[in-house]
């Protein structure tokens, strides 16, 4: 149940980001190349005991299989390297995908009123009504002296 939880989250994710369908793909062909690993790997390990069992009759034709599997290993596990890096390259972009978290208010023209207006006395009070009248959205006191400690620093 909860492994289904996840999936829907991660396909909601995806699906705002824009990157579901390349996300998709990507684990479909890395779930492929798992599956043709275990294969080529279940051949090698069978080549492997033909190749001792025969190796005094027939040497040359089974080393040639048996190198020509370690390529196809080889290949296959640097394509899985390198599709892990583009996961985690993916999942590094998903980070925080919803914007969550706190947000910096106002404009720099909005910011320079304000320490503006408090350079000329005005408290915080004052300069959050004047700017909720002069942008029609709400400010609060606590945004107000959070821009100014922000702005002396």
């Known amino acids: 149940m909860m492994n289904k939880i996840q999936q829907y989250i991660i396909n909601f994710i995806l699906d705002k980001l824009g990157i579901a369908d390349a996300y998709n793909a990507l684990i479909d062909k890395y779930m492929e ?10 051949r090698l390990l069978r080549d492997e005991s033909d190749f001792t069992a ?31 890096n583009q996961l985690s ?11 969550a978290g706190r947000k910096k208010r106002g404009t720099a023209e909005e910011i320079q ?4 207006y408090r350079k000329a006395g ?10 909720s ?13 959070n821009i100014i400690n922000r702005a002396d620093n």
């Open 33 to 42: 190349l798992q599956q043709r690993l275990l294969r080529v790997e279940e």
């Open 54 to 84: 025969k190796n005094e009759r027939d040497n040359g034709g089974i080393r040639a299989n048996f190198w020509m599997i370690r390529d196809d290993i080889v290949r296959i596990d640097d394509t899985l390297t390198q599709m892990d």
């Open 89 to 99: 390259a993916l999942s590094r972009q998903m980070k925080n995908p919803l914007g």
């Open 113 to 116: 009123k304000i320490i503006a």
């Open 122 to 131: 005005n408290s915080f009070g004052t300069i959050a009504k004047m700017m």
């Open 133 to 145: 009248e002069a942008t029609g959205e709400h400010w609060s006191k606590s945004t107000v002296s």
